[in-house]
């Protein structure tokens, strides 16, 4: 199989990723050091407040960050990340995450997140990443 490079790996990577779509999310939108995912928020996400669980909202970030640093040409994982919850969320809430890619240095990148519910900010995630510096093997 020839090494796939940029959007095209990004987009390998999310139809792989049952993660993500095994919580309903959809890629709505890639470009180079970009990506726009979006879900919807189920009563199975609550918490025992019977709010959506802040792990959701992080997975929800995670996968958007993801993508967007795997825009580029080699594989690349997340080396760490932190969020913040601004508001809470609930059962039948749709939510977009947007990562932007803020600095690539090296083999590494810092990406920011913002989650959004509407118009209204829900959290914001800082993901750092760390290209493996290789072609995956497939």
């Not at 990562?99 to 829900?122: K, L």
Request: net charge neutral.
């Amino acid at each position: 199989m020839a090494e796939l490079h940029g959007e095209a790996r990004a987009q390998a990577m999310w139809a792989d990723d049952a993660a993500s779509r095994k919580l309903g999310m959809e890629l709505v939108e890639v470009r180079p050091g970009f990506a726009r995912v979006r879900m919807a928020v189920t009563g199975s996400m609550a918490n025992g407040h019977g709010i959506c669980h802040g792990g959701f909202v992080f997975t929800l970030a995670d996968s958007a960050f993801a993508v967007a640093c795997n825009t580029h040409d080699l594989p690349t994982v997340a080396a760490g990340a932190d969020i913040v919850f601004v508001a809470a969320v609930g059962a039948g809430d749709e939510l977009v995450a947007e990562a932007v890619e803020r600095v690539r240095f090296g083999r590494s990148g810092v990406y920011d997140v913002t989650v959004r519910r509407g118009g209204e900010v829900v959290a914001e995630f800082r993901g750092r990443s760390r290209s493996l510096g290789r072609p995956e093997p497939r």
